[in-house]
């Protein structure tokens, strides 16, 4: 039987990669990933302490879904999502995700700090943020785009990485399907107390998933911020679009 390999996630050796940036004040410089239609950027906002330090107040205090909202349909067959999963933000707001439509929880404190430390770095506001849990490398995310119609289209999506590294990988949406064209996929891997932007238009072309690993044996916790419009924002925006 093949081994399975565990990559461990060991304090000490993620200390040891962080000597040679430790003369760097974080966030360590930007490092922007670019290809038709797709534009990143990428920095490491936490240092791994406090990255260990944030991962363990979550796993205290996230409230994960549970039940129908812990599901989804596909393709008429309902599943259970491969990684758990949570919503906070501002009162009222609701995103509709996978066909479920869930409400946010009331922001606590560990994740508004995580918020505002994005916002600090990156002059954006944000007011929804959605949590995945990954157990291991066997918990994963398919590959889709964050384009629902309640996201506003010029807010990036900023994504915090907490835990185990992972890889993570865009498809253009041309590489895919019947006469597809050839366009080579972009890779990365986000490393413990890493910030990644997803800028627009990347979510208009670019597909993204975190496919299964089965080396990786740790937990991992992902942040998506993002802005939602609400209905009344909606609404005004309508009115002034017309008038
Ligand atoms: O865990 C990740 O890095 C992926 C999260 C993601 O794709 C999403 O929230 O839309």
């Known amino acids: 039987m093949k081994k399975r390999e565990c990559l461990e996630w060991s304090e000490d050796d993620e200390m040891n990669k962080d000597d040679d940036l430790a003369e760097f004040p974080l966030p360590v410089p930007w490092q922007n ?84 430390s994005v916002t600090k770095v990156t002059g954006q506001v944000f007011n929804f943020v959605l949590v995945n849990r990954y157990k291991d490398g066997l918990d994963h995310m398919g590959e889709h785009r964050d384009n629902e119609r309640e996201l506003d289209p010029l807010c990036p999506i900023a994504s915090v990485s907490l835990g185990a590294s992972r890889d993570f990988v865009f498809r253009h949406r041309d590489a895919r399907g019947r006469g597809r064209r050839r366009i080579e996929p972009v890779k990365l891997q986000l490393v413990s107390g890493s910030l990644l932007l997803m800028n627009p238009p990347t979510n208009t072309y670019w597909y993204h998933s975190l496919p299964r690993r089965r080396a990786v044996c740790q937990p991992r916790i992902n942040l998506t911020f993002r802005r939602i419009i609400s209905s009344d924002e909606k609404g005004s925006l309508m009115t002034t679009s017309t008038s």
């Open 33 to 116: 990933v670019d290809a038709e239609g797709l534009d990143c950027d990428y920095a490491l906002l936490f240092t791994k302490e406090e990255a260990y330090r944030l991962f363990d107040r979550l796993e205290t205090e996230v409230v994960y879904l549970t039940g129908h909202e812990a599901r989804v349909q596909v393709y008429g067959k309902v599943h259970d999502i491969p990684r758990k999963q949570a919503v906070y933000g501002e009162p009222g707001l609701n995103y509709t995700y996978s066909g479920v439509k869930h409400f946010a929880r009331q922001w606590i404190p560990t994740l508004e700090y995580i918020r505002d």
